[in-house]
Each structure stands twice: as C-alpha cells, then as structure tokens.
C-alpha cells in the first residue's frame, strides 16, 4: 500500500536556495517537488495547470509579493524569508500562512515542519466531520507547542490506529503511511499490543525471520 505523496512548489528567485529547499523536498518522506519557479508570473502559471498540496515562499520576489501570492491562491504554504520583522510575520499569518522560516535556517528546521505538515494533513483527512480534540491534535502537530512529548505521543499512536484502518499491516508499511520511521512504527505498534488495543500476528515467509502484522481489535 502506497502513501500519498504531497506536491510542493518552491517559489524562490535565488536559485541556490531553491535548489537546496527542493532537495530537502524530495528527501522528505512522502514528500515530492512539483516545481521550482522564481517569480509571482511563474507561481500563478504553474498553479493554473496543476495546484500543489503545500508552497514554500519567499516573501520579496522580482515582480510581486510572495505573501500576497499566498493569500490570493488558497494554497497551503511555508513563508520562508529573510525578512523578521514582526509585522511582515503578522502579514504573513493574516494571508494564511501555516508557519514561517527565517533565512538562514538548517536544514533540519525544514524537513521538521514538513514532517508535522504530513501529520497534520493526516488528522484532517477524510470526510468525516471532526471532533474537537482531533483539531486540537492536528494544530498541536502543526506547530509543535510546548504540550509537547505527550501530544506528539498520543497523535503518533493516533495515525498508526488510522492506517490499521485501512487493514492489516507490517510496521514498514504503517511507517510509509503515516510517515513515521520505521522503527517509531514498530515500537509504538509493539506497545499496543501489549495494551490490548492492537493485535498482531506471525507471517512466515520462505525465508528469514517472520514478519508482525498489526491490525484494529474491534
């Protein structure tokens, strides 16, 4: 079972910044660069042919304003800039921003926020309506507040029962779902168990060691 990749648009006029924005894209699990463009022109044409599930944004570009762009698109986005003033920061939360990066930053800062971007859209799909700690849990996600450990433990455990939704798995394949590690899955996955509230069962293939499915208890 495949997980959905998400597209992401690197809006960028220094191309060495978008390059490297783009390579901490594509090794992001889960993650894809739909494309690179350098101006406002270039972001609303390849938005009119295919709109990306997240964009990452620099504010001053040569023919427009970036914060501008991502409020008149209705995109999910990253403002990522230089610019720290708190009013230019302010302007970029009215727009709709879901977070903002100061340049320079390392490269983890990134790939941390797109890792909670992924889980967050995770606890806000489907069609169901939504009760108010599941918000709760996918904004606390979203911005890693200080609730932290037991927050981001309990929406862990979350999203791996939500793929055991969709049937029984390996935690390799939970991992890929929900974009945890591997080895995140497997612990969290062997301590349900062990609480009852996940199953799990020996598959014996024609070599090696067995694998551990998981499943839902009903």
């Given at each position: 079972?495949m997980?959905?990749?998400w ?14 924005h783009a390579?901490?894209?594509?090794a992001?699990?889960?993650?894809r ?6 101006t406002?022109?270039?972001a ?5 042919t295919?709109l ?18 991502v409020?008149?698109?209705?995109v ?7 610019a ?6 302010r302007?970029?939360l009215?727009?709709g921003?879901l ?5 320079p930053f390392?490269q ?7 890792d909670r971007y ?8 489907g ?13 606390s996600?979203?911005?890693?507040q ?7 433990r ?7 029962l939500d793929?055991?939704?969709e ?9 890929e779902i ?7 899955a497997?612990r ?15 598959r014996?293939?024609?070599s ?9 208890l009903?």
């Amino acid at each position: 079972m495949m997980a959905r990749a998400w597209s992401v648009l690197v809006v960028d006029d220094d191309f060495r910044v978008a390059g490297i924005h783009a390579e901490i894209v594509d090794a992001a699990p889960g993650f894809r660069v739909q494309g690179s463009v350098r101006t406002v022109a270039e972001a609303r044409a390849a938005l009119a042919t295919n709109l990306p599930d997240l964009m990452l944004v620099d504010v001053y570009l040569p023919d427009g304003d970036g914060i501008e762009l991502v409020r008149s698109v209705g995109v999910d986005a990253f403002v990522i800039s230089a610019a720290d003033e708190g009013d230019t920061v302010r302007r970029a939360l009215h727009a709709g921003a879901l977070g903002y990066l100061v340049k320079p930053f390392p490269q983890q800062t990134l790939s941390d926020r797109l890792d909670r971007y992924a889980r967050f859209r995770h606890v806000l799909s489907g069609r169901r309506g939504l009760r108010q700690e599941r918000i709760d849990q996918a904004l606390s996600i979203l911005h890693g507040q200080p609730a932290g450990a037991v927050v981001a433990r309990s929406a862990t455990e979350q999203l791996l029962l939500d793929a055991l939704g969709e049937g029984e798995l390996s935690a390799a394949e939970a991992a890929e779902i929900t974009g945890v590690s591997r080895a995140t899955a497997q612990r969290r996955l062997a301590a349900m168990a062990t609480q009852g509230v996940v199953q799990v069962r020996l598959r014996y293939g024609s070599s090696g060691r067995p694998e551990h499915l998981y499943s839902k208890l009903a």
